[in-house]
């Protein structure tokens, strides 16, 4: 499972609330990235890091912030949650030799009333 | 603009048959690509990734410049295959590269 975990794991949270999901990893790799995936979508990048304190936007990245502090610690931000943001988040990692393989988390499921 | 189309939402086909998911692709530069899968219940994970030519489970994709196909493919499909099946592009620019997805194409294989 490449050392990821992500927490909450299930997390419902009402409309205007700011909600903060976690990524974690084990492996010391330099890339972590924020997905959501919803019916329809597939997968789309929210925000990704390069580094500590290292970061940039995805294709949805409006309404979410991220934060990474340390290397092992990636933090997704909702500043006030919307219910357009009821979805299933995934982070993943990469150790970059190959960007685009990446190691998934096992997910957070998000949803807003 | 650089997309992937994943034309099919769902497939499904008997045991023992062979499978095709299709991918197709559009983007400037050499493309890099990859399938991903999801069983129930469990994490995305990497399946293919074009420029190793591998095969896993049983699986085999090639990329097809020329039509701008990445398709996956498996001769005779188990019921242990189904599972959801993401397409994805390596996009470089910016500050790194990422993956774009498509939208994913389920599989299920009826016994």
């Known amino acids: 499972d490449a050392g990821i975990t992500q927490s909450p794991r299930h997390k419902v949270t009402e409309t205007g609330t700011p909600v903060t999901l976690r990524c974690h990893q084990t492996?010391?790799?330099?890339?972590m990235y924020w997905y959501r995936q919803d019916p329809g979508h597939g997968l789309r990048l929210i925000h990704y890091s390069y580094g500590v304190k290292d970061t940039d936007k995805g294709e949805v990245s409006d309404g979410y912030s991220v934060s990474r502090s340390k290397t092992e610690d990636f933090l997704l931000t909702l500043e006030s949650a919307t219910s357009s943001q009821t979805s299933v988040y995934f982070c993943?990692?990469?150790?970059?030799?190959?960007?685009?393989?990446?190691?998934f988390g096992p997910g957070t499921r998000l949803t807003v009333t | 603009a650089q997309r992937v189309t994943q034309p099919e939402k769902l497939l499904s086909v008997f045991k023992g048959a062979p499978v095709e998911l299709k991918c197709n692709y559009s983007?400037?530069?050499?493309?890099?690509l990859f399938w991903y899968v999801q069983y129930s219940r469990q994490r995305l994970q990497l399946l293919l990734r074009h420029i190793s030519r591998e095969s896993i489970k049983g699986f085999t994709a090639d990329l097809n410049k020329g039509e701008t196909s990445f398709h996956l493919k498996k001769p005779f499909a188990q019921e242990e295959d189904s599972a959801m099946y993401y397409c994805a592009l390596m996009r470089y620019g910016g500050s790194q590269g990422n993956l774009i997805f498509g939208k994913g194409t389920k599989l299920s294989v009826k016994p």
């Open positions: 993943a990692i990469s150790e970059g030799i190959i960007p685009g393989e990446q190691y």
């Open positions: 983007y400037s530069g050499s493309p890099e």
């Open positions: 492996e010391n790799h330099r890339y």
